[in-house]
């Protein structure tokens, strides 16, 4: 982390100044930063995926054996028939890998040795950009994979949970938590009673409502009044919601 970087990312704790010495997730800097190295890493991951001369059984990373036997569905779980989609998919679309900030997300056509080669891939991509451990270093370090996580999250699942959406790849369903539904759905009520909102509380308002805009599009027809009241918190600390805008609420 650079000297700008660590000013921008200091702690105050028990009245003690802290800098950190890697990139923490509260340094308002440390987002972009996340994404010029986990960028990379995504695009040499499905390098590896298409790449045909590179056998994951013989060239891999230690932890893949870590890795759990992928999870499926029950039996009873029909496969939905897919519509007819406006884009072409290319031939080749089967397994693919992408990222946010510092989540890399793998998907694969369950067929033949994809999922393993999609999961050895990202892990590969991983070892390769980084150094690895040595006892004999000063300031000791840990693995770039957080392992708790990788042990639990990172088994191949036919449902599993993907940025805080449930997303099943059977019924092709799509899912907002429903303990996510029940607070955000608590969070517009209270709007409509007080529509008296500070900065904070509409740059979450907002923020949520953008996450769920993202799957049903057609929301947006109802974001423009509530971005203008979100400018507004920024202007004055805070802002009141009209009749329109606690219809868009609504």
Sequence with gaps: MSHTTSQESLTIHNNFLLMALCLTFGGAPCPNLWCCL??????????????????HQNLYDPLVSTLGSPISLPDDIPFVQTKNLSISIPDNDIRKSDMFIDDIIATALDKDDNVKRVSSAVLLALHTVTRPLNDSDEIPRKEIISLKKFITKGIPSKQKIVLGWEINTRTLRIHLLMNKFTDWNENINSYLSNPRVDKKAMESLVGRLDHVAYIMDMLQHFMNRLRHSLQRSIKFRFTTLNSNKQEDLK
Excluded: A, V
């Design 38 to 55: 986990s960028e990379p890493i995504t695009d040499l991951s499905n390098i590896l995926i298409g790449n045909e001369f590179w056998d």
